[in-house]
């Protein structure tokens, strides 16, 4: 059995104009799941101007809770753009490195952008070269294997859940799914 007691909730949550009432959301669909949600509002950092020093102490401050979560859940849902959101990405790649398990979700609203090139290709523009190769409008080759995310997003996520919803940003169901994952791969 594996011991799995807390998780780090990453995605662009911390952002939505309704961040507290999203993340207390969510931290009760942990704990009705057994587990400690740790987000970004578990912050210790004092509040201050927002300057170079600050972004150091939220940085150290957020490498200490990854560095303390059994394990992470992404939420992977395209922000500003056709990826994810950056911090995710880093928090996946950081909890990959600690060799801690990594779960992850992704909402969109239409089915035909379940597939990161067809993303990239609807909202920035993309087209095949005479090769077949996805480039995008600056000319540079688009990843292209059909999958939902970056392939390095999706390979380490033991368990990954795409979600077709009308509210991509809000939509739960992607989490209630990772969790039962979680909860699989702990027993």
Not at 42 to 67: F, K, Q, W
Not at 141 to 157: I, K, N, T
Request: aromatic content about 10%; glycine content about 6%; hydrophobic content about 45%.
């Amino acid at each position: 059995m594996r011991r799995i007691a807390s998780i780090y909730l990453a995605g662009p949550d911390a952002w939505f104009p309704d961040a507290v009432e999203h993340d207390l959301s969510k931290r009760a669909l942990c704990q009705s799941a057994g587990f400690r949600a740790v987000t970004a509002f578990d912050n210790e950092t004092s509040e201050g101007d927002r300057s170079e020093v600050l972004a150091r102490e939220l940085y150290a401050e957020t490498a200490r809770r990854l560095r303390q979560s059994d394990a992470l859940i992404a939420n992977l849902t395209p922000w500003r753009g056709p990826g994810c959101d950056p911090a995710t990405a880093f928090a996946v790649g950081f909890m990959a490195a600690l060799g801690k398990p990594v779960f992850a979700y992704l909402n969109v609203a239409e089915t035909d952008e379940a597939d990161y090139r067809e993303r990239v290709e609807r909202r920035t523009g993309a087209s095949p070269d005479p090769a077949g190769v996805w480039r995008d409008v600056d000319g540079a080759e688009v990843e292209d294997f059909g999958l939902p995310e970056s392939l390095l997003l999706w390979v380490e996520a033991r368990g990954f859940f795409l979600i077709v919803t009308p509210e991509p940003m809000h939509e739960l169901a992607g989490l209630e799914l990772a969790l039962e994952a979680v909860r699989a791969y702990a027993a």
